[in-house]
């Protein structure tokens, strides 16, 4: 088991039980199971978030799926705390583990996420980096499969941005052996490290990573349809960036070359009209704010399983799902 979580491999091993937890861990919840209500692995556990960008769905799931854990959540923001003005990312991780159980970090440069890590004694989870976002790719996955609850022949398609979002849903797709289709305008494809261990992955399961210029490409006979924003926080100052994605809208004419099973996805925050138009982020098949709440029970799967593993697998075992 590892210590940390900062891309979504690092929890390769145990990803596929990691998701059937957060889903039948999902309904126990909702159908008012105490077994679930009263599951406090947390407990006496304070969990600290640093947030140096803005967060809707990562800070509100957190800051509820712990509570829910039975632990106190402390959102500590860039401008309230001394790291990145006076203090060293290494001392901001020695510091932070004398008092808290578990600390999520969404950060700029992914090497201070890792940095915090290396120098950290209790759990750290990458709560988005630049190059990774593995909690958003948990939630995904999560959300793919309770909509294809038999996913084996899945495609998933990608078109937009290769960024920190599209590089752990690769990995992720394929650690669970879904074919996953990306493309991504020259100039902007995903980090060559991270396809070549996607590729790796799904090699290992029979499924493809398969890279392409051309949207219709990527969208033909797809299941799923996913996109991001094209300008990512951080990059505010790449002005003429969105130039650059011309003809990578997902809108009805490109959805008309996706299979008629098809699910429309977005990690969101979405900006209409640029990325997505609002006749699909609206239709009937986008699955977006489902994708959305399956953030808080993915990463209680995932807080569980990192910082009480006895805890997450004895309540996995009481579900009967397989472990
Ligand atoms: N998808 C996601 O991470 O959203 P927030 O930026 O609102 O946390
Ligand atoms: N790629 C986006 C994801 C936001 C959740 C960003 O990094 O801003």
């Known amino acids: 088991m590892p210590e ?16 059937k937890w957060a889903i039948e861990f999902k309904r126990m919840w909702k159908t008012g199971d105490e077994i679930a209500i009263n599951f406090h692995p947390l ?8 947030y140096e960008k803005p967060s809707t769905r990562t800070r509100v799931s957190f800051e509820v799926g712990i509570s829910r854990l039975g ?6 923001l860039k401008n309230d705390i001394q790291l990145g003005k006076s203090e060293t990312v290494a001392d901001t991780a020695n510091v932070l583990s004398r008092f808290l159980g578990c600390i999520t970090y969404r950060c700029f440069a992914h090497s201070d996420v890792a940095e915090l890590a290396a120098n950290s004694s209790v759990t750290v989870i990458n709560a988005l980096s630049d190059k990774h976002h593995p909690c958003q790719a948990a939630a995904d996955l999560m ?6 609850p038999d996913n084996k022949s899945l495609k998933v398609a990608w078109v937009g941005d ?14 669970l052996g879904i074919d996953i289709h990306y493309a991504c305008p020259k100039g902007y494809e995903p980090a060559d490290d991270v396809v070549s261990r ?4 799904a090699s290992e399961n029979n499924s493809k990573v398969i890279s392409t210029t051309d949207p219709i490409d990527a969208v033909k006979n797809s299941n799923v349809i996913y996109t991001d924003v094209f300008v990512s926080m951080g990059e505010e100052n790449l002005k003429d960036k969105i130039d650059d994605f011309d003809g990578f809208q997902v809108n009805s004419e490109l959805i008309s070359n996706a299979d008629s099973t098809w699910k429309f996805m977005h990690c969101l925050p979405a900006h209409r009209g640029d990325e997505v138009t609002d006749e699909i982020m609206d239709h009937e098949n986008s699955i977006v704010f489902d994708q959305a709440e399956n953030r808080m029970w993915a990463q209680m799967s995932l807080l ?16 009967g799902i397989g472990f």
């Open 304 to 319: 569980a399983y990192l910082v009480d593993n006895p805890a997450w697998s004895a309540m996995g075992e009481m579900m």
């Open 71 to 76: 632990g106190y959540p402390l959102t500590l």
């Open 162 to 175: 290769g960024n920190n979002v599209l590089h752990d849903l690769m990995l992720a797709c394929a650690m």
């Open 43 to 50: 407990a006496d556990l304070t969990v600290g978030s640093i």
């Open 143 to 148: 959300t793919i499969i309770e909509e294809f």
């Open 4 to 19: 940390h979580l900062l891309a979504i491999d690092d929890v390769k091993e145990d990803f596929m039980d990691i998701l």
């Open 198 to 201: 996607a590729e790796e992955y």
